[in-house]
């Protein structure tokens, strides 16, 4: 009998130092989720999970400014669309919740500048102008500019990331939309109900993007706009 | 030895589960509801406050910074915007606050945090006067403060939001119904169930969605579903269940159940709809070579069994005289016996009796050499025919007798067999076994 004993306490400290996991196995959660070691010699501050999104390389490592570029196109007298892909196997973007949304999440994109964003260059075009579907400028917003984008989430790949239990039941992707100033200022790319995983990590990859260009659009190679992806515990 | 196996296997579990943990590494920025309550834990996550018009509450919110860097962090409050598919979303810093988010005044607009740490920043929610019985949401954000890239194309940047939302006590309304349930196939040919749950009342309600997919003939499950979600009042969302494919298609049912807390107690929805998916192109292929193979045995089988119809039809009948066997009789008229049996309806071992009828078709299916035999033929200039009696009497003792026709001499045909000379049995391993009388 004191023999296994002495088995398992060593079997325990061989598992111990191999996962480094010293303190985990007796932690017990504070107010706010500081966790803290019940031991004396080793102690540890871990800072509450939150929920939050960023871009993240093949690695998972963040992206420091994550940009996607449109498909190239020239200068034409009728209106065009360009396309794109939002998350790439280099670009994925990502979110994490662990443990911070139980109630579930929503991950939903929409212009930094707001309603009256545009793509900005020398001359510029809107991104969110639905008047005959983008091509024209319409009466019904509040700038002179032509253009709207679509974003088409349901398209697009939704894998786990590091997690090991985690899976992708109970996240639904966002359906195509196309940005309406005033209207739709925003759009879904995922819907996280509360039965999903509360500690998990996922990555998303292959939003279609599609971009419609008034006609006689001066070429430029600067075109550019900021959007902001947030993600909301609801 | 029990308790040690007990041991290792509790200290392997351990293990796995610690591993477990260590696969999500704590990274970016973000708040958290810096006091939850211990009487709901949803609060733990987001901001809830049961109140009255007029009425103020005091609370904080923690901001995080889990990154390895020092960060400068903007905490704000914000209204809502209706995002696509109904799904909650704040609007955006640079964004006018006119609604329920100016009910929120942070004691800072930014904090700068070192890695790995946080600070509980205080606000005060006033609640203003005369507002309506219900829900009212606004949001609390966290962001990264940097200067925006300017890089062509999309240029992305992130932040974390917390819903945040004030029931004002009354007259609760809580009604939701199924909007919409229908299949769809995207633009990437997946299949798709898309069901739109419209919130007429004054709170959101957390719903719970149970979808059951079952094959409409064999009432095998196809897919199944089971979800939460919360619908904000006054909103429809429409969310949408990928489901597998199934490369060969199929007819299916699909049953969605919603399940609320009502006013009285759980209230359930319900609706179900039928819809097939279509195959794949080499399924599809496939489908159309089994259809074609079914077509042709089809009218194979029919026009056999017109051929037979009409031989039953138009048929002599001949009466079985002594010495007659049933292949002597098909072989002296030139008949596959087969066909012989079938149109008389014999089985094995096709017997036949004196005076017995068998009818002896006119019609006879050509057998593949005959057919072979005039292909190859040559052409040679036609000959008056000698047309024979098709209602002859043949010799004495045999005879073919249409209906209604008179006997008119002893003049055999000249195609007709001496009845005279026995049927040599064995000759053909066609023939039936035993067909003598």
Known sequence: MKRNKTIIAVSALLITFVTGATSMYFMYKEKYGIVRSATTAITQIINPGILSTDVVDASYEPVASPTFAMTDTTVKFSCQTTTGTLGTSTQQ???????AADGGWTLTIAATSGATAYWNSAVDYDFNDPDTLGCEDGATDSDSLGGQLSINPSVGTLVKATCRTCGITGITKGSSSAFNEGTLDSITLLSAAAASDDIGNWVFTGVGLSQTIPPEQPAANDYSINLTITVTAV | MKKTKTAIFTLLLFTVFASSIYAIEQRGIGILPANPREDNERTQSIFIYESAPGSVVEDGVMVINNTKETKTILIYATDTTPSSDGAFACKQLVEEVVNEGTWYKLEKSEVTLEPNTNEIVPFKVTIPEGVSVGEHNACIVAQEKKELANNPGVNLNFRSAIRAAVTILGDVIKKLEIDDFHYSKNENDKNQLILTLANSGNVSLDSKIKIDVNNFVTSKLFYTNSSDFTII????????????????????????????????????????????????????????????????????????????????????EYIVKEGDTFNSIAKDHNVDWKFLAKVNNKKPPFDVE???????????????????????????????????????????????????????????????????IPTTLGQNQDSPSNPGI
């Open chain 1, 93 to 99: 973007i990502y979110v994490e919740n662990p443990d």
């Open chain 2, 233 to 316: 009042n006054n909103n429809k969302q429409t969310l949408n269940f990928d489901i597998e494919n199934n490369p060969w298609g199929g007819v299916y049912r699909a049953n969605v159940t919603t399940t609320f807390e009502g006013l009285n107690g759980i209230e359930t929805l319900t609706k179900d709809i039928v819809f097939a998916i279509i195959p794949s192109a080499y399924a599809l292929a496939l489908y159309i070579v089994v259809l074609i193979i079914i077509i042709t045995a089809i009218l194979l089988t029919l026009g056999s069994k017109k051929k037979f119809v009409a031989a039953v039809k138009d048929s002599n």
């Open chain 2, 354 to 420: 004196v005076g017995e009828k068998i009818l002896i078709p006119l019609i006879k299916p050509k057998n593949k050499e005959e057919e072979k035999k005039e292909i190859q033929a040559p052409v040679q200039p036609v000959a008056p025919a000698v047309v024979p009696p098709t209602t002859a009497s043949i010799g004495n003792s045999s005879e073919i007798v249409q209906p209604n026709m008179q006997r008119i001499g002893n003049i055999p045909p000249a195609n007709m067999p001496n009845p005279e």
